[in-house]
């Protein structure tokens, strides 16, 4: 029986179909441009950003400029790229201006695409951000389509790891900036850091293209940003409780793989309770008293440690130390880290130097980044197997941009063994006639692990013609990648998201001539080289197009589906022939967790004789079920994840617009006179209760804490006695004494200096108590679960005490800040000293579900303050203390009040 949905398509399309549809008259006006944009002069062609720089003025829209600028676009790409966008790359350029993901598959050029919408939206003057998975794409891209944007008129800026703040905020200050998700959310918390605007780098966020948006916002949005610094050594800890894991029985604990959990029985408990008293590390009776809370989460870590993480695949030791392998490409990630002592009872289990633990500073999640842009789009190969998850977290909707040309691939069944022994002895052999018919073949496997056990088996069987790309050699993977075209190579590879290089038959000829070439000097005998080595390259791509294209194979099924595709979609670029087919056991990892015990004892049964598989539509569908229960599950803990930062978001957007408002503000007495006055109140309301009689009062009580909080001492005692007094006149009398002393300091420091620490005690006190406050959530998170037992929603428990803790915290502030201003004092003449030093602060990028630290390459970001560097006196805007530098104690303080630094700006400790 037809459904009606399906009989609706067939008359009315698809909603992809009807949206495509209406970009038509579009493509059709800018075609209609080509002829009088191509007979411009370079000049006139740049004159027409100028020209619709000034329609945006005069209020035209970006929508308005559509077809023209997508034109000049067009036209510039041709003059200086050499290429002409085909019309379906328009169509992707109009949905991503549409603030739409645009599905294009491998080598439909989106790269190029995305130059179409930027460059529309960077004529406002606010600034496009291209958002890449690494730093590698980020510069590549920057430079190579920034020859665009600079014909244009338009300056390029690019962000990766190790600039400086100056070299940022020039980036950013460009109107289109190139760079990697990391970088953008670490700017943006490092910005909620600073203590003046003129330090801050970013300037907002207008207009995002989020190239690998599935990769960007799908599989790394399981994990928050997070800016932490280092706490103290425990690692004597970490190895004393990890010489006891060894010893265990596996009937002392359970391990879930599909969960990945791993916890202790009741003999476990036990065993390790007596061998934790024995090393005097167990207070009271029993682990799970609530003084050994600390313990229980490392001994837990420990065990995790050894038997749910196994060296070569999910991290290597290199050079002393654990690094991490990304679960999704396969590559090494040199700076990561898994986080909450998990890191470190990894390094405790090696035996290698064990690394401090860090405390939150400062975190975010990609969803709540993102979500801030005032319009967000992307692109990917693979986006519509999450097509609902996009929808729903952050509105965007998914459209299939056709390709240029029809695909040619053919994607085969899946073959399914009973045994990996079987699956691989069959692989092997498939190698060997690919290479024997001159077929360049991809082999895709799930794990550096696999790949090297790959590689040794050809080895074993005479084959030794072939390249690993696998996080171990990550160097020279542009390179392996753009030649895996060639007829009869063979490409070994963990994993293809997001590699960022296409897969041309015969090869790339431009990577060929930048190798091969290198630094050979411009003129006739390079050029007749460069052309020898593009002929060879379409004589090639001539072979290996005879020999069928390029064949994927992949040596297992990973638990998504768009992983699967990414993998596929190598294959049969730009109309290319192509073929694709995984090769799978009944002792895989998705199938043996998706239980295929039964489908082993079923096919023992028919029959099935060793080295024979079985093909059949039926098991595709059975698997793409199998994934698509794995991939509801990871969108069910991300969706719930973000539930959770949501009501830390509100907080963290409530105190960093206060954090502006404070730094914007020239002076901030009335604001600290508040907090003054709020503090005298609840002291008042506190020890003087409305209802009470006046010989309830506790008047010893407020004298104290008066003197604890305000500095003063005031004779509170003899005032209670006077005959009538109300707390009226109480309060009144105190909150006198108070603003009198603070006059009395702001006469001394004069009102400049006094500004100046106003401001610094109020920020930097915020600063210390959110960061206490953040520490508190992660606690709060880590049991609010318990609550469920209780019949009560975590969430809403959640919530509710988040905003108690947000409500204290915004109390204690008052406190701290009062107490602090009411007993700050200048230091006249202090020894010559370096000023402080801001600590340094490691970047951190935390899995919700596997606890892994995911944040790139590099590792640690060091928040250094200007002042440690000695700047140029002509450089210094005596308004502007951010810029001033180091400043000896004894020079003229730059502010220009003609006294010394160390009597003015310098003065206060």
């Known amino acids: 029986m037809v459904s009606l949905g399906a009989v609706a398509r067939k008359i009315f399309g698809s909603a992809n179909d009807r949206r495509l549809k209406a970009t038509r008259g579009r493509v059709e006006a800018i075609n209609a441009l080509e002829a009088e944009v191509s007979a411009l002069s370079d000049e006139e062609l740049r004159a027409r950003t100028d020209r619709f720089r000034q329609e945006l003025a005069n209020g035209a829209s970006?929508?308005?400029?559509?077809?023209?600028?997508?034109?000049?676009?067009?036209?510039?790409?041709?003059?200086?790229?050499?290429?002409?966008?085909?019309?379906?790359?328009?169509?992707?350029?109009?949905?991503?201006?549409?603030?739409?993901?645009?599905?294009?598959?491998?080598?439909?050029?989106?790269?190029?695409?995305?130059?179409?919408?930027?460059?529309?939206?960077?004529?406002?003057?606010?600034?496009?951000?291209?958002?890449?998975?690494?730093?590698?794409?980020?510069?590549?891209?920057?430079?190579?389509?920034?020859?665009?944007?600079?014909?244009?008129?338009?300056?390029?800026?690019?962000?990766?790891?190790?600039?400086?703040?100056?070299?940022?905020?020039?980036?950013?200050?460009?109107?289109?900036?190139?760079?990697?998700?990391?970088?953008?959310?670490?700017?943006?918390?490092?910005?909620?850091?600073?203590?003046?605007r003129a330090q801050m780098v970013q300037r907002g966020h207008a207009y995002a293209i989020v190239d690998e948006v599935d990769s960007i916002l799908i599989d790394e949005a399981r994990t928050p940003l997070i800016i932490s610094g280092p706490l103290d050594d425990r690692?004597?800890?970490?190895?004393?409780?990890?010489?006891?894991?060894?010893?265990?029985?596996?009937?002392?604990?359970?391990?879930?793989?599909?969960?990945?959990?791993?916890?202790?029985?009741?003999?476990?408990?036990?065993?390790?309770?007596?061998?934790?008293?024995?090393?005097?590390?167990?207070?009271?009776?029993?682990?799970?008293?609530?003084?050994?809370?600390?313990?229980?989460?490392?001994?837990?870590?420990?065990?995790?440690?050894?038997?749910?993480?196994?060296?070569?695949?999910?991290?290597?030791?290199?050079?002393?130390?654990?690094?991490?392998?990304?679960?999704?490409?396969?590559?090494?990630?040199?700076?990561?880290?898994?986080?909450?002592?998990?890191h470190q009872a990894l390094e405790a289990k090696e035996h290698v130097k064990i690394q401090p633990e860090n405390q939150t500073l400062a975190s975010i999640t990609f969803q709540n980044y993102f979500r801030m842009y005032d319009k967000l789009a992307g692109m990917t190969g693979t986006a519509a197997t999450e097509a609902e998850e996009f929808a729903n977290i952050y509105g965007l909707a998914v459209v299939e941009i056709p390709t240029n040309l029809p695909v040619q691939r053919i994607d085969e069944d899946d073959e399914v063994y009973r045994t990996v022994e079987e699956k691989y002895r069959a692989i092997v052999a498939e190698i060997r006639q690919a290479i024997e018919k001159g077929q360049p073949i991809l082999v895709g496997t799930t794990s550096i692990e696999k790949s090297e056990y790959l590689a040794d088996r050809l080895r074993k069987e005479g084959i030794t013609n072939?390249?690993?790309?696998?996080?171990?050699?990550?160097?020279?993977?542009?390179?392996?990648?753009?030649?895996?075209?060639?007829?009869?190579?063979?490409?070994?590879?963990?994993?293809?998201?997001?590699?960022?290089?296409?897969?041309?038959?015969?090869?790339?000829?431009?990577?060929?001539?930048?190798?091969?070439?290198?630094?050979?000097?411009?003129?006739?005998?390079r050029e007749a080289k460069e052309q020898a080595i593009r002929e060879d390259v379409q004589r090639l791509k001539e072979q290996a197009k005879a020999a069928g294209g390029l064949y994927v194979l992949a040596t297992e099924r990973h638990e998504s589906r768009r992983i699967d595709n990414q993998l596929r979609g190598r294959s049969g670029r730009q109309g290319d022939p192509g073929r694709s087919k995984f090769y799978l056991s009944l002792q895989d990892d998705l199938m043996r967790i998706f239980g295929s015990d039964r489908m082993d004892g079923m096919l023992q049964k028919l029959g099935l004789k060793e080295d024979e598989a079985i093909v059949h539509p039926w098991i595709n569908k059975a698997l793409e079920k199998a994934q698509k229960k794995v991939e509801a599950r990871n969108f069910d803990i991300r969706k719930n994840l973000l539930k959770y930062d949501d009501v830390m978001n509100d907080q963290r957007k409530v105190v960093f617009e206060q954090r502006l408002e404070l730094m914007d503000g020239e002076n901030l007495s009335e604001t600290v006179a508040e907090m003054?006055?709020?503090?005298?109140?609840?002291?008042?309301?506190?020890?003087?209760?409305?209802?009470?009689?006046?010989?309830?009062?506790?008047?010893?009580?407020?004298?104290?804490?008066?003197?604890?909080?305000l500095n003063l001492d005031l004779p509170i005692e003899d005032w209670v006695k006077e005959e009538g007094i109300a707390e009226d006149d109480i309060r009144e009398r105190i909150t006198e004494a108070a603003n009198a002393a603070a006059r009395e300091r702001a006469e001394r420091f004069g009102p400049d200096i006094m500004a100046y620490v106003e401001k610094s005690v109020v920020l930097q006190t915020l600063d210390h108590l959110w960061r206490e406050h953040l520490v508190n959530l992660d606690h709060l998170r880590s049991v609010i679960g318990f609550r469920g037992y209780a019949q009560r929603d975590p969430l809403n428990e959640y919530k509710s005490e988040a905003f108690e803790l947000f409500q204290a915290m915004l109390g204690n502030l008052r406190e701290a800040v009062t107490a602090q201003l009411m007993r700050v004092e200048l230091v006249r003449e202090a020894a010559e000293a370096p000023p402080p030093q801001a600590p340094e602060t490691v970047g951190h990028h935390i899995d919700g579900t596997t606890g892994e630290d995911d944040f790139g390459e590099g590792g640690t970001l060091t928040l250094a303050r200007a002042e440690n560097r000695a700047v140029p006196q002509e450089e210094r805007d005596p308004n502007d203390p951010s810029t001033w530098g180091k400043v000896g104690r004894n020079e003229p303080c730059p502010c220009g009040s003609g006294k010394k630094y160390k009597h003015c700006h310098g003065a206060f400790a």
């Open 466 to 525: 072939f390249e690993v790309l696998n996080a171990r050699h990550h160097e020279r993977e542009a390179y392996i990648v753009s030649q895996a075209g060639k007829p009869g190579a063979v490409t070994i590879a963990t994993n293809m998201a997001g590699r960022g290089t296409d897969i041309q038959l015969g090869g790339n000829a431009d990577m060929r001539i930048a190798e091969e070439l290198g630094d050979m000097p411009p003129g006739p005998e």
């Open 676 to 709: 003054r006055q709020d503090v005298i109140d609840d002291l008042v309301a506190k020890h003087i209760p409305e209802t009470a009689y006046a010989e309830q009062w506790d008047a010893v009580g407020l004298k104290e804490a008066v003197r604890n909080a």
């Open 62 to 196: 970006p929508d308005d400029l559509l077809a023209p600028a997508f034109a000049t676009v067009r036209e510039a790409a041709k003059r200086v790229l050499g290429m002409r966008p085909f019309d379906v790359q328009l169509i992707g350029g109009m949905v991503l201006h549409d603030g739409a993901i645009a599905e294009m598959k491998t080598g439909e050029g989106k790269t190029l695409v995305a130059t179409l919408p930027v460059y529309l939206n960077a004529l406002t003057g606010k600034g496009v951000h291209v958002v890449t998975v690494n730093d590698y794409l980020a510069r590549r891209d920057a430079e190579w389509m920034g020859r665009v944007y600079g014909f244009l008129g338009l300056s390029t800026g690019v962000i990766v790891h190790g600039l400086s703040d100056e070299e940022r905020r020039a980036a950013y200050a460009c109107d289109v900036t190139y760079a990697t998700n990391n970088e953008l959310g670490f700017d943006y918390l490092r910005d909620n850091m600073k203590y003046d």
């Open 235 to 342: 690692s004597e800890l970490y190895n004393t409780i990890d010489a006891f894991i060894p010893g265990l029985e596996p009937s002392d604990y359970e391990v879930d793989e599909k969960q990945r959990t791993a916890i202790f029985t009741e003999e476990g408990t036990e065993k390790m309770e007596n061998r934790l008293r024995e090393a005097g590390l167990l207070k009271g009776e029993s682990l799970y008293d609530v003084e050994n809370v600390a313990i229980v989460h490392h001994v837990n870590n420990a065990l995790k440690a050894h038997r749910l993480f196994q060296r070569d695949k999910d991290y290597i030791v290199r050079n002393g130390e654990i690094v991490i392998i990304d679960e999704f490409t396969g590559r090494m990630m040199p700076g990561r880290r898994y986080s909450e002592g998990l």
